[in-house]
């Protein structure tokens, strides 16, 4: 899960440390995705998140600040026996809640390289995905710093998830926020 960014539209700061519902925007992606193995892609958040969320790792990509694909390049590199990489961006409170569906789709369709989220307005989400490491691989291994995330999908075949409007949510801007903390969690669906 990559979590870094800088946070411009919201005045700077860590959007995954953003109260929504009386908890953090991470502690709520996290806690929806316990059932699996998980990365964060971030700065080391200190002993009391790490005590929140015992068995996830923490890494930072290198050099920090290389953008989404470099971080998901840095998370898959902790993984190396692992087949499939699910990317959920850090400023996605209800993103955790798509992970069964997005790998259910995949496991469906096995001649996909990956399962992308799409929501009302038709377009792909690629942090929000699931992608099979064999098909990335070599984007990741080949320079992913300052590479799009969009990048990790060209040229596969894609399956697509369709999420709604609340579990595609990403809090870039104070309006997001307000959204976001306005919204009844919606319940997970298999």
């Given at each position: 899960?990559?979590?870094?960014?800088?946070?411009?539209?919201?005045?700077?700061?860590?959007?995954?440390?953003?109260?929504?519902?009386?908890?953090?925007?991470?502690?709520?992606?996290?806690?929806?995705?316990?059932?699996?193995?998980?990365?964060?892609?971030?700065?080391?958040?200190?002993?009391?998140?790490?005590?929140?969320?015992?068995?996830?790792?923490?890494?930072?990509?290198d050099?920090?600040?290389?953008?989404?694909?470099?971080?998901?390049?840095?998370?898959?590199?902790?993984?190396?026996?692992a087949?499939?990489?699910?990317a959920?961006?850090?400023?996605?409170?209800?993103?955790?809640?798509v992970?069964?569906?997005?790998?259910?789709?995949?496991?469906?369709?096995?001649?996909?390289?990956?399962?992308?989220?799409?929501?009302?307005?038709?377009?792909?989400?690629?942090?929000?995905?699931?992608?099979?490491?064999?098909?990335?691989r070599?984007?990741?291994?080949?320079?992913?710093?300052?590479?799009?995330?969009?990048a990790?999908?060209?040229?596969?075949?894609?399956?697509?998830?369709?999420?709604?409007?609340?579990?595609?949510?990403d809090v870039?801007?104070?309006?997001?926020?307000?959204?976001?903390?306005?919204?009844?969690?919606?319940?997970?669906?298999?």
């Amino acid at each position: 899960m990559p979590a870094g960014g800088t946070a411009r539209r919201l005045g700077g700061g860590d959007k995954t440390a953003l109260d929504v519902g009386g908890r953090t925007i991470l502690d709520r992606v996290l806690d929806a995705t316990a059932a699996w193995p998980r990365v964060v892609v971030a700065d080391d958040p200190g002993p009391a998140a790490r005590a929140r969320h015992p068995g996830v790792r923490w890494v930072r990509e290198d050099p920090p600040g290389g953008g989404p694909a470099a971080a998901l390049a840095a998370g898959a590199a902790t993984a190396p026996d692992a087949s499939v990489l699910v990317a959920l961006a850090g400023d996605q409170p209800w993103a955790g809640i798509v992970v069964p569906r997005l790998l259910d789709a995949l496991d469906a369709h096995p001649d996909a390289g990956a399962a992308l989220a799409v929501g009302a307005s038709g377009r792909r989400q690629p942090l929000l995905a699931a992608y099979r490491l064999d098909a990335i691989r070599h984007v990741l291994a080949g320079g992913a710093h300052n590479l799009p995330a969009r990048a990790l999908a060209e040229g596969l075949e894609i399956v697509e998830v369709p999420v709604t409007d609340v579990e595609e949510l990403d809090v870039d801007t104070p309006a997001d926020l307000a959204r976001a903390r306005a919204t009844t969690p919606p319940e997970p669906a298999r």
